[in-house]
């Protein structure tokens, strides 16, 4: 992030007292991410609220908001603090980083369009999904996650069709590392019943998304391959369950997803 936020951890380390060990520093690092989500979490916050938020003492949460503001990361107005847009600056970066992504927005926007669905694009990332990219057609339904939303694999049609694209030792590490928790009562959260779903989906080479995430939400997520048919993303179509027929989803939706997504793969190759 930068000298000036380095200096000003290492500075918030001598601060709060602590030993000048490596491994105090690098838990410095993390206590200021975990600040960093906080102030997400908590659209913008004061040292008191912060403090009461992650269990820390006035004076810390003050020290790691300073530095932060410092190194222009948060900014500061009046008593309140919130993350600056140098953040859009490094997502910005990682997220052009990727071919698949230079590849995949046009015919997302050209998708969106013809479908007049909400269309997304996302890849795995350490074993969530990671939303890369939305376009909202002009009868979607507008929907609040954001662009670089992690979301659980196994609930949305994006997850499931990344999932199924990885062997099931991966598969199982996932589900160790972060679970099978409930989003609605639709939610998968047996660990048999998913390996079943992900096997449908392996056969079928599309996902769906069953108001597992959302109630009256249904979704199609069709993954994006690379020469060796390892997943390198997916791309889905979301909308109300009375738009997302399982007629409308086999007579249309798939085989205009299926056109986009073997454009996508051809162009991937150009960057």
């Known amino acids: 992030m930068g000298n000036y936020f380095m200096t000003g951890l290492v ?31 908590l659209d913008g916050t ?33 008593d309140t603090y919130r993350l600056s847009l140098r953040f859009l ?38 074993g969530k999904r990671v939303l890369l990219y939305k376009s909202e057609g002009p009868e979607g339904v507008t929907q609040k996650p954001t662009t670089g939303e992690y979301t659980h694999m196994h609930m949305t049609a994006l997850g499931k069709a990344l999932l199924a694209c990885q062997p099931d030792e991966r598969v199982e590490e996932i589900i160790d590392t972060h679970g099978l928790p409930p989003a609605t009562e639709h939610t998968i959260t047996d660990r048999d019943a998913l390996f079943e779903e992900l096997e449908t989906v392996r056969q079928q080479n599309f996902s769906i998304e069953d108001q597992e995430r959302r109630d009256g939400i249904r979704a199609i ?19 109300p369950m ?30």
Do not use: W
Not at 221 to 239: E, L, M, Q, Y
């Open 11 to 41: 500075g918030c380390i001598m601060a709060q007292d602590t030993e000048k060990s490596s491994k105090n520093r690098i838990q410095a690092v993390v206590n200021a991410f975990n600040i960093v989500e906080s102030l997400e979490e």
């Open 46 to 78: 004061t040292v008191s609220e912060l403090a009461e938020h992650r269990q820390i003492p006035n004076s810390t949460a003050h020290v790691y908001l300073k530095t932060l503001s410092e190194s222009g990361y948060v900014i500061q107005n009046g």
């Open 89 to 126: 600056k490094h997502g910005g970066y990682a997220r052009h980083q990727l071919n698949c992504y230079q590849a995949a927005k046009s015919q997302i926007d050209k998708l969106s369009n013809e479908t007049g669905e909400v269309v997304d694009m996302g890849v795995e990332e350490n």
């Open 221 to 239: 997520g069709v993954p994006i391959r690379d020469d060796h048919n390892r997943a390198i993303g997916a791309i889905s179509i979301s909308g």
């Open 242 to 271: 009375s738009k997302l027929t399982n007629e409308r989803i086999t007579e249309e939706l798939l085989g205009q997803m299926r056109d986009a997504v073997n454009i996508i793969e051809i162009q991937t190759k150009n960057y």
